[in-house]
């Protein structure tokens, strides 16, 4: 007889803590002090040790391996809904598929404040009405414009609206050139779902800080609608407050970044995810999930349509869709009226030096000629490019000295902000050092900051242009809290001639006054060991090429891309405005040489305050591994190699990758190999790992 048989009072459940142990936690439930039976995704408070901790209700059991006497109680019920079985199966999914225990996975899904005890009378006295919902009823009334669609918009939303209706999974690509009008298009269809009562959708974007103007326009597409936002930026009680909303269902649209694959409601009915190919739905430290491919694995558990958005999908998605297993929808024109594609220049700085032109600053003749052509007719100019501060390192001439960050195998970037102190600082590991006066290896005087960063290009156009309002927009001058908004306001407004920016300026932002954008320093990535770089910049280039947009003065906008490699693909596709020409030559190299979507990969990462701990552990590991009966032969191991970036922070690390055609065997050997790394783990001391699926850095 069990134990549950026995007693009608009692039950046993096992529980989901937050804690790298891969198991549940058996507890007493007693039913008279709780006052209703356990539910699977309910928030639970329990004693562990001689804490109180929160844990998550994964099932309900007969009897526990252990002595029933010596369970401790379940001591309360958070005041919430519990979580979707959706979401709990995820979790569960995500356990097993990234080798993490189903707490690791679960319990940071839930809002800082859910996960303490004494949070929970607070939150249960929530402020009920929406900011938002007062905000934006009256706005609407005279924003919303009757927008016409074209007939691709239109076959798409009937598409979708189909799928939705016929309640089937199914896994859409929507790919379509800025301004085809892609947003537009799965609102209308979201509108659709909407209408069906008590229905929910989720909207996933890259940075929601970034795009104000999307949460405007779902806003103003969804007056009706209660909507909330998830992102890391929200304070606590928020992000609780936004939580419960989406858990009970009040919430309709929750629109949110990566996290919000991991919320829990109970009536989700379709999945939007915007710029797809973005690497930040990548998480990249405790569980390291990919969060797109989460939101497809959940909409097929609820078997609901999912849309993927992407005007440079990722090579993965466009092979899918390509190979029919996701349907493709494709918007081929620019939707908005007067939108034209830009006339993009590829400038062969080869040829621009040979003409006499020194190229010191690293602006060739023609784009400076058209910044002052464009500065003449009042029109904005963009300067992209992808790295921040002044010179990316300081360089003695007299020793070679160069400005190594002390914890990371790193140059320390030069910071030299105007009106500021200057400094030298690490992007890896956040160390900043003051300027040394004199070279610290040979005494030289003479320091020389090599290369350029926003800062320098910044100072070299007001130097050229002292008459132009120019504007820096990186991680710097972005930093507090709404300052971004504010720089992206006075753009629209006019308040800049000249932009000079990262790739926070490519993303989501359409500025309608700006004529010419030039890329000045985009080779670097070309020569990348990561394979997926040239993929990357690719999908940087059309993006920052898509804020171009179009005036009455200026005619069609212009691109202006200066390079020493002017054949590479990326240059090429780009300026025949050939996404998918780009995409199926990457695939046939990729086809070629085996690499992902043709095979899966694993990266297994050790670090250690030496980089022969952390070489041995994963040696020593990966053989015992491979010794093992049940091992599978299919499966590639790469040797055991230092990381390109050997030092971070301190820390020395290693690697190996796994490659498999076949996902199950690669899932067997991670198994094996994860024991195998457990075991090593203890006989040594100090050297931490992590297993990475589908890395997409490597
Ligand atoms: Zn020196
Ligand atoms: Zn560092």
């Given at each position: 007889m069990s134990f549950a048989e026995k007693n009608k009072k009692q039950s046993i459940v096992q529980v989901a803590i937050d804690t790298p142990v891969n198991k549940l936690f058996d507890y007493i439930w007693d039913h008279e002090s709780l006052g209703s039976s356990p539910q699977r995704g309910q928030i639970i408070s329990i004693e562990f040790g001689k804490k109180e901790l929160v844990g998550v209700v994964i099932k309900e059991i007969e009897n526990s391996e252990f002595d029933i006497q010596k369970l401790k109680h379940v001591t309360g019920i958070a005041p919430c809904t519990s979580i979707s079985e959706d979401v709990i199966g995820m979790a569960e999914f995500s356990s097993v598929y990234y080798q993490k225990s189903i707490g690791e996975v679960l319990l940071p899904a839930i809002p800082k404040y859910w996960r303490q005890k004494e949070k929970w009378e607070l939150l249960s006295k929530?402020?009920?009405?929406?900011k938002s919902a007062e905000k934006k009823n009256h706005r609407n009334k005279e924003e919303q414009k009757v927008i016409h669609l074209n007939d691709e918009q239109e076959t798409a939303i009937a598409e979708l609206v189909k799928a939705s209706q016929e309640k089937k999974f199914e896994t859409y690509l929507l790919q379509g050139v800025t301004g085809s009008g892609k947003t537009l298009t799965y609102l209308r269809w979201l509108a659709k779902v909407l209408e069906e009562e008590n229905s929910q959708v989720l909207i996933m974007v890259p940075e929601i800080n970034l795009t104000p103007q999307l949460e405007e326009s779902v806003r103003t597409a969804f007056p009706e609608s209660s909507l909330i936002v998830m992102h890391s930026g929200l304070t606590d009680r928020t992000r609780a407050d936004n939580w419960l909303k989406a858990n009970t269902g009040e919430a309709k649209i929750i629109l949110g970044t990566?996290?919000?694959?991991m919320t829990s409601m109970p009536n989700l009915r379709a999945i939007v995810v915007d710029e797809e190919h973005d690497l930040s739905y990548k998480q990249q430290e405790g569980v390291r999930y990919s969060a797109r491919d989460l939101a497809v694995w959940r909409a097929k558990k609820l078997e609901v349509p999912i849309l993927l958005v992407s005007a440079t999908p990722s090579l993965e998605t466009w092979y899918r869709a390509e190979d029919e297993k996701y349907k493709k929808l494709s918007l081929?024109?620019?939707?908005?009226?007067n939108a034209t594609k830009p006339i993009i220049d590829i400038v062969d700085l080869n040829i621009d030096r040979q003409s006499g032109n020194k190229n010191e600053h690293g602006f060739s003749a023609h784009l400076l000629s058209g910044i002052a052509k464009n500065l003449e007719l009042g029109l904005q100019t963009l300067i992209y490019i992808n790295r921040r501060g002044y010179s990316p390192v300081l360089n003695c001439e007299a020793c070679s000295w160069v400005s190594d960050c002390l914890k990371c195998s790193a140059h320390m970037v030069l910071h030299r902000p105007a009106g500021e102190r200057s400094s030298l600082c690490c992007h890896h590991c956040g160390l900043i050092r003051s300027i040394p006066k004199v070279c610290p290896s040979c005494g030289n005087s003479d320091l020389i900051p090599l290369g350029k960063g926003t800062q320098k290009v910044e100072e070299f156009l007001s130097q050229q242009f002292p008459q132009a309002k120019i504007l820096r927009i990186d991680a710097d001058t972005t930093r507090k809290k709404g300052s971004a908004e504010e720089l992206f306001g006075s753009i629209h407004d006019g308040d800049a001639d000249i932009i000079v920016g990262t790739q926070m300026v490519t993303k989501g932002h359409d500025y309608q006054s700006v004529a010419l954008v030039g890329v000045i320093d985009a080779d670097a990535s070309l020569f990348s060991q990561d394979y997926r770089a040239a993929e990357r910049l690719f999908a940087q280039l059309m993006q920052v090429t898509g804020r171009a947009g179009r005036s009455e003065k200026s005619g069609a906008s212009r691109v202006v891309i200066q390079t020493r490699y002017p054949s590479a693909a990326p240059y090429k596709y780009l300026q025949q405005d050939d996404v998918n020409g780009f995409l199926a030559e990457v695939c046939e190299e990729r086809k070629m040489v085996g690499l992902p979507p043709f095979s899966y990969q694993a990266l297994i990462h050790a670090e250690h305050k030496t980089l022969m701990a952390a070489i041995d552990m994963l040696k020593d590991a990966s053989r015992a591994a491979q010794l093992s009966e049940a091992w599978p032969q299919n499966v590639m191991m790469s040797d055991v190699v230092p990381k390109t970036m050997v030092r971070l922070a301190g820390k020395e690390r290693a690697q190996i990758l796994m490659e498999c055609v076949n996902r199950q065997s690669l899932q067997y050997a991670l198994e094996i190999f994860q024991q195998a790394l457990t075991e090593q783990n203890t006989k040594r001391k100090g050297v931490g790992w992590y297993i990475e699926r589908d890395p997409v850095q490597i």
């Amino acid at each position: 007889m069990s134990f549950a048989e026995k007693n009608k009072k009692q039950s046993i459940v096992q529980v989901a803590i937050d804690t790298p142990v891969n198991k549940l936690f058996d507890y007493i439930w007693d039913h008279e002090s709780l006052g209703s039976s356990p539910q699977r995704g309910q928030i639970i408070s329990i004693e562990f040790g001689k804490k109180e901790l929160v844990g998550v209700v994964i099932k309900e059991i007969e009897n526990s391996e252990f002595d029933i006497q010596k369970l401790k109680h379940v001591t309360g019920i958070a005041p919430c809904t519990s979580i979707s079985e959706d979401v709990i199966g995820m979790a569960e999914f995500s356990s097993v598929y990234y080798q993490k225990s189903i707490g690791e996975v679960l319990l940071p899904a839930i809002p800082k404040y859910w996960r303490q005890k004494e949070k929970w009378e607070l939150l249960s006295k929530a402020k009920r009405k929406t900011k938002s919902a007062e905000k934006k009823n009256h706005r609407n009334k005279e924003e919303q414009k009757v927008i016409h669609l074209n007939d691709e918009q239109e076959t798409a939303i009937a598409e979708l609206v189909k799928a939705s209706q016929e309640k089937k999974f199914e896994t859409y690509l929507l790919q379509g050139v800025t301004g085809s009008g892609k947003t537009l298009t799965y609102l209308r269809w979201l509108a659709k779902v909407l209408e069906e009562e008590n229905s929910q959708v989720l909207i996933m974007v890259p940075e929601i800080n970034l795009t104000p103007q999307l949460e405007e326009s779902v806003r103003t597409a969804f007056p009706e609608s209660s909507l909330i936002v998830m992102h890391s930026g929200l304070t606590d009680r928020t992000r609780a407050d936004n939580w419960l909303k989406a858990n009970t269902g009040e919430a309709k649209i929750i629109l949110g970044t990566r996290m919000a694959v991991m919320t829990s409601m109970p009536n989700l009915r379709a999945i939007v995810v915007d710029e797809e190919h973005d690497l930040s739905y990548k998480q990249q430290e405790g569980v390291r999930y990919s969060a797109r491919d989460l939101a497809v694995w959940r909409a097929k558990k609820l078997e609901v349509p999912i849309l993927l958005v992407s005007a440079t999908p990722s090579l993965e998605t466009w092979y899918r869709a390509e190979d029919e297993k996701y349907k493709k929808l494709s918007l081929n024109n620019r939707a908005a009226k007067n939108a034209t594609k830009p006339i993009i220049d590829i400038v062969d700085l080869n040829i621009d030096r040979q003409s006499g032109n020194k190229n010191e600053h690293g602006f060739s003749a023609h784009l400076l000629s058209g910044i002052a052509k464009n500065l003449e007719l009042g029109l904005q100019t963009l300067i992209y490019i992808n790295r921040r501060g002044y010179s990316p390192v300081l360089n003695c001439e007299a020793c070679s000295w160069v400005s190594d960050c002390l914890k990371c195998s790193a140059h320390m970037v030069l910071h030299r902000p105007a009106g500021e102190r200057s400094s030298l600082c690490c992007h890896h590991c956040g160390l900043i050092r003051s300027i040394p006066k004199v070279c610290p290896s040979c005494g030289n005087s003479d320091l020389i900051p090599l290369g350029k960063g926003t800062q320098k290009v910044e100072e070299f156009l007001s130097q050229q242009f002292p008459q132009a309002k120019i504007l820096r927009i990186d991680a710097d001058t972005t930093r507090k809290k709404g300052s971004a908004e504010e720089l992206f306001g006075s753009i629209h407004d006019g308040d800049a001639d000249i932009i000079v920016g990262t790739q926070m300026v490519t993303k989501g932002h359409d500025y309608q006054s700006v004529a010419l954008v030039g890329v000045i320093d985009a080779d670097a990535s070309l020569f990348s060991q990561d394979y997926r770089a040239a993929e990357r910049l690719f999908a940087q280039l059309m993006q920052v090429t898509g804020r171009a947009g179009r005036s009455e003065k200026s005619g069609a906008s212009r691109v202006v891309i200066q390079t020493r490699y002017p054949s590479a693909a990326p240059y090429k596709y780009l300026q025949q405005d050939d996404v998918n020409g780009f995409l199926a030559e990457v695939c046939e190299e990729r086809k070629m040489v085996g690499l992902p979507p043709f095979s899966y990969q694993a990266l297994i990462h050790a670090e250690h305050k030496t980089l022969m701990a952390a070489i041995d552990m994963l040696k020593d590991a990966s053989r015992a591994a491979q010794l093992s009966e049940a091992w599978p032969q299919n499966v590639m191991m790469s040797d055991v190699v230092p990381k390109t970036m050997v030092r971070l922070a301190g820390k020395e690390r290693a690697q190996i990758l796994m490659e498999c055609v076949n996902r199950q065997s690669l899932q067997y050997a991670l198994e094996i190999f994860q024991q195998a790394l457990t075991e090593q783990n203890t006989k040594r001391k100090g050297v931490g790992w992590y297993i990475e699926r589908d890395p997409v850095q490597i």
